[in-house]
């Protein structure tokens, strides 16, 4: 099978070499929120479509142009990435008006927000360094291998870091899959008060996973600091300043957040050959809870972490199931089925069947387990195996 992997490392760029990655990835923007503006206007005034291959065969003449002639400092395939972008945000949007879905029209891009630019060719790796057409050889913190051919390269700026990351493509046998033994299964329940509670093996051996909070701990942190930047003058040299402690806590934040989950990750994989976690739906439940528990969901970075499990276990050829939306793991007893209301403030599950009493999340997560292994078991049956399956109402 085809493998797509990603590889990021932090870059060491002169500050001549930073200019110009400010300037690639400013002029990224400069297209991507004109090609916008343009579309929008031509749209509204005359209600036609501009494609990308109508703004890109402008590109010539505004390299031409006076006014936006320093674009030809530029690499042309990157001016270019930046137009397939607003494109595919296009697409994106229309697929989910066809779809039903809350459509999220594309916006314009800002400033010091997730400045980035792109080469789909042209990168060369050499030990620690990279040559990046029109800025040179680079040099970045190599801390592992490059494993498969690089197919893209996206430079992105990170707090008061620039990184480096290669999309990379690499064909490698199917992996062998193991045997689906409930022995070495393991059913897991995200929460807020326990990051993860999982129950392993027949005994449904119980382990808790404490929750890190890193967005809590560094919270009073942040206060002082965006208090600070609220009171400069905006745009000038302090107010800069600010805003670059600010962005670099944040990334901290964001860093750390990472290394969690994929540690954690990792050691389930590993020590696991069924994995079954609960579908989530993220995005409705920071829409509608309320300020804290918003808060609190995505500081937990519960998405992260399932995507995380699903890939590596798709590596690793293990066997992932993700139980549906509206699967009831909270309500249903794991002792003998029969099911019951319960309210988020309740933090036992009081059977009024067979009586037993256990922890909420740790119900939740042998049940969770017990529909994955029913999955797999049926689909082994019937002599049909995907590695990762949608269960419980959701398609494959």
């Not at 390269?153 to 707090?159: A, H, N, S």
């Not at 050691?267 to 509608?288: F, Q, R, T, Y």
């Amino acid at each position: 099978m085809f493998l797509k992997k990603g590889f990021k490392y932090r870059l060491e760029p002169t500050n001549a070499q930073q200019e110009l990655f400010a300037q690639f990835a400013g002029s990224a923007r400069f297209l991507y929120n004109r090609g916008l503006e343009q579309r929008k206007t031509a749209y509204e005034k005359e209600e036609k479509t501009i494609t990308y291959y109508d703004q890109n065969n402008e590109l010539v003449a505004l390299k031409k142009d006076e006014k936006t002639s320093w674009l030809s400092n530029i690499h042309s395939q990157v001016l270019q990435q930046a137009l397939q972008n607003l494109d595919r945000a296009f697409q994106n949007f229309f697929q989910r008006v066809k779809e039903g879905k809350k459509p999220g029209f594309p916006k314009f891009k800002c400033k010091g927000v997730h400045d980035s630019f792109r080469y789909p060719q042209g990168v060369k790796i050499e030990g620690e360094n990279v040559y990046l057409p029109k800025i040179g050889w680079v040099q970045f913190r190599k801390s592992r291998e490059i494993q498969g051919v690089v197919k893209q390269t996206t430079v992105v700026r990170e707090g008061d870091h620039w990184y480096v990351s290669f999309s990379t493509e690499r064909e490698i046998p199917d992996p062998a899959s193991p045997p689906i033994s409930e022995e070495k299964a393991v059913g897991i329940d995200v929460g807020l008060k326990q990051f993860a509670t999982m129950a392993s093996g027949l005994e449904n051996r119980p382990t808790y996973i404490s929750n890190p909070r890193f967005f809590s701990e560094y919270l009073p942190r942040l206060r002082v600091l965006s208090r600070r930047l609220s009171k400069k003058v905006k745009g000038s040299k302090n107010w800069h300043k600010a805003k670059k402690q600010l962005s670099k806590l944040h990334a901290k934040i964001r860093h750390c957040r990472e290394d969690f989950v994929h540690k954690l990750s990792t050691n389930i994989i590993n020590s696991h050959d069924v994995i079954c976690v609960e579908g989530l739906n993220v995005a409705n439940l920071l829409e509608k809870g309320t300020r804290n528990l918003s808060r609190a969901i995505a500081d937990a970075s519960w998405r992260l972490f399932l995507r995380c499990l699903e890939y590596k276990a798709k590596e690793k050829g293990k066997h992932f199931v993700e139980t549906g939306k509206y699967f009831p793991s909270t309500q249903t007893c794991s002792a003998c089925g029969s099911r019951k209301k319960m309210e988020l403030s309740d933090r036992e599950y009081r059977c009024p069947n067979c009586s037993i009493v256990i922890e909420r999340d740790l119900n939740s997560a042998i049940v969770e387990k017990a529909a994955g292994m029913s999955v797999l078991q049926g689909l082994q049956k019937n002599h049909i195996f995907l590695g990762i399956v949608r269960a419980c109402g959701a398609t494959p």
